[in-house]
């Protein structure tokens, strides 16, 4: 056998016992990484497995909705999406029993400071307070104040209405409520989270968990634009009385708002 030949030879098993070498310590690696999650983290990559899959029905249900211009067929369509969203929690809860991760605790939690947190959705919402029928527009979280999405120019599409002028801003402005200078409208799919039950299960609103504060059963906004007719300025609405979802005009209507931040 030549020189070179073995020389080979070597080198091919030199070469073998190192890919060898490398793959042990890649598992190695990987089961010890394994090893070290923690309830946490499985706790959050459940949560964003849940919220994605929400993601994708809402965007199906509006899909129909697009091809129907059905709001009762996407209102049904929709609300299957956030009951199926909502029961998520009760397995994240459950298998995160005892751990003490995000999962194992109610889902919507007070946190003293006239916020609640979602631990399903990760969204801070605001607290309302002072339902006595009576509007105070000095305190930004009267559950009676109702507002504008637009201000009425230029065809009435801009968000310069009271929601975000006066509402909005009161909370993003100065010490900025609870911490944060970033309250906003919740999208449409968002807010539709907050319905227990959906559509058509509620019936007798308010369809939401007394943990957000009272709450007027009347129609909400969202920050979401209905493009469906693009010479309408509308925007979504979710109905807290029965969980209805539809669209009404941006500079016409008064309705009420409820701030949040943070996301899915």
């Known amino acids: 056998m030549s020189h070179a030949h073995r020389t080979g030879r070597r080198r091919g098993r030199a070469g073998r016992s190192l890919t060898a070498l490398v793959a042990a310590a890649l598992l190695g690696s990987t089961s010890a990484a394994h090893a070290t999650v923690t309830a946490e983290q499985v706790c959050q ?20 909705y697009t091809l129907t ?19 998520a929690w009760a397995r994240l809860q459950a298998n995160a029993s005892g751990t003490g991760a995000t999962c194992d605790s109610s889902r919507f939690v007070d946190n003293g400071d006239g916020t609640v947190t979602d631990r399903l959705t990760a ?37 310069d209405g009271t ?14 409520f609870a911490g944060h200078c970033d309250w906003r409208l919740p999208t449409r799919d968002e807010l ?35 493009a469906i007719i693009p010479n309408l300025p509308l925007a979504w609405f979710v109905s807290f009385s029965n969980g209805f979802v539809n669209s009404s005009n941006k500079s016409v209507h008064n309705i009420f708002g409820r701030a949040v931040r943070s996301g899915l």
């Open 45 to 64: 990559s459940e949560r964003a497995k849940v919220a994605a899959r929400y993601t994708l029905c809402a965007d199906r249900a509006l899909v129909q």
């Open 69 to 87: 211009f059905n709001s009762v067929v996407y209102t049904n369509l929709a609300g299957k999406c956030v009951t199926k969203y909502a029961r």
């Open 123 to 159: 969204l801070q919402w605001e607290q309302k307070t002072n339902l006595d029928s009576t509007q105070n527009f000095a305190d930004p979280h009267d559950a009676d104040n109702t507002y504008t999405w637009s201000a009425g120019g230029a065809g009435g599409t801009a968000a």
């Open 163 to 176: 929601a975000f002028t006066s509402f909005l801003a009161s909370l993003n402005t100065g010490g900025c």
């Open 192 to 226: 539709q989270t907050l319905l227990t039950p959906a559509y058509p299960a509620c019936t007798t609103g308010p369809c939401i968990d007394p943990a957000l504060g009272p709450t007027v059963a009347f129609l909400y906004w969202s920050a979401t634009t209905d």
